[in-house]
């Protein structure tokens, strides 16, 4: 009898601490949306980072709309998602690809290094940019663009994973905010709005 309470009080933990663990991080997430519904301190800005052939990238020196998404190689399901949907935006959009930079910006620079980034990025699309840096440098871009994340260590291995936004953005070659396209949001619909602003 007492074993099995146990087994029930630990079976209520669980699912109790995954509730607040996802509930939490969508309070999260509604917050940055209704920041950009009411158009209120829109995220944006330039950043200079190194991109993963080693190089740095000033979103200044280019005059292409940006495709940004913030997330970490170590990812297990949202970061993959969005990459397949990156890529497959880039081969819809076809010739006009060219025309934006469809980039990841990791938010795990301590493991993400250029290797890191190369190898992951490589496997989705060969047009996509990943950029990392020091921890100041992505703490800044992540500030500038109002994306949360959260380092939150694995229980029981000596592992962590980074809670995170769940956003792409659609910036301008000025580094300003056009536009935000949440997870569950089909590429074709992207590809519209992109096809649209290019050409205006
Ligand atoms: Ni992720």
């Known amino acids: 009898m007492l074993k099995k309470n146990i087994f029930l009080f630990l079976i209520f933990s669980l699912v109790f601490a995954s509730v607040y663990f996802f509930l939490n991080k969508d309070y999260k997430q509604k917050g940055i949306v209704q920041q950009v519904e009411n158009q209120d301190n829109l995220p944006g800005g330039h950043f200079l980072l190194t991109s993963q052939d080693g190089g740095m990238f000033d979103s200044r020196s280019s005059d292409k709309i940006m495709l940004l998404y913030f997330g970490f190689t170590y990812c297990p399901d949202v970061c993959p998602t969005t990459l397949i949907k990156m890529a497959d935006i880039i081969d819809r959009l076809g010739k006009d690809s060219e025309k934006i930079n469809p980039i990841f910006i990791t938010v795990d620079p301590e493991r993400d290094t250029v290797k890191a980034i190369s190898e992951y990025i490589g496997a989705f699309h060969e ?74």
């Open 127 to 200: 047009d996509i940019i990943g950029l990392t840096g020091t921890k100041s440098e992505i703490d800044k871009v992540a500030k500038d663009w109002g994306v949360y994340y959260e380092k939150q260590p694995i229980k029981g291995v000596d592992d962590y994973t980074v809670n995170h936004l769940d956003i792409i953005f659609l910036a301008n070659s000025n580094g300003d905010f056009i536009d935000y396209f949440p997870p569950k949001i089909q590429s074709v619909l992207i590809v519209e709005k992109i096809r649209n602003i290019i050409n205006k």
